[in-house]
């Protein structure tokens, strides 16, 4: 066992013993079926001869947490942003802001408007007729008919 892994069992075994103290919160985390699959075909193995000791599966994801804050790049933390990406709390998150006093975004804008087909020839249109809102007439909504 070199010393990192000394490091880490002293460690491991420090949490749980705050853990069984009471010192320690526990915190559950719910996993897919494929990720305790993984979970437990780890555990198995390192299970499996070792008579010195018990290894749970709280030991087996501590590890795993502990090694992986260490090695996670920027770009896998990107890919579980795009993985969980959730254009609702985007749009929640946009007026939260619009609320504050922020501006929508001008590709929100122009985006909003294509999608109820209102083009920026529509918007010059009104513009160009040079009538306020409050003086609108059919004439200054509609295009010309020819």
């Not at 999608?115 to 918007?123: F, P, R």
């Not at 009104?126 to 200054?140: D, I, L, P, V």
């Amino acid at each position: 066992m070199n010393e990192e892994q000394k490091i880490q069992n002293t460690e491991t075994n420090k949490l749980k013993n705050e853990i069984n103290n009471g010192t320690k919160d526990k915190h559950r985390v719910i996993i897919s079926k494929e990720a305790k699959r993984a979970l437990d075909e780890i555990l198995t193995r390192a299970n499996d001869g070792f008579d010195a000791g018990d290894i749970s599966k709280s030991d087996v994801v501590e590890m795993l947490i502990f090694n992986a804050s260490k090695y996670i790049t920027d770009s896998e933390i990107n890919e579980l942003r795009v993985q969980h990406f959730d254009e609702v709390k985007v749009l929640a998150a946009i007026l939260k802001g619009v609320a504050k006093g922020d501006q929508v975004p001008e590709a929100l804008k122009v985006q909003l408007r294509n999608q109820y087909g209102l083009t920026e020839s529509h918007k010059r249109k009104f513009a160009m007729t040079g009538r306020t809102r409050s003086n609108k007439t059919c004439s200054t909504i509609l295009p010309d008919i020819e």
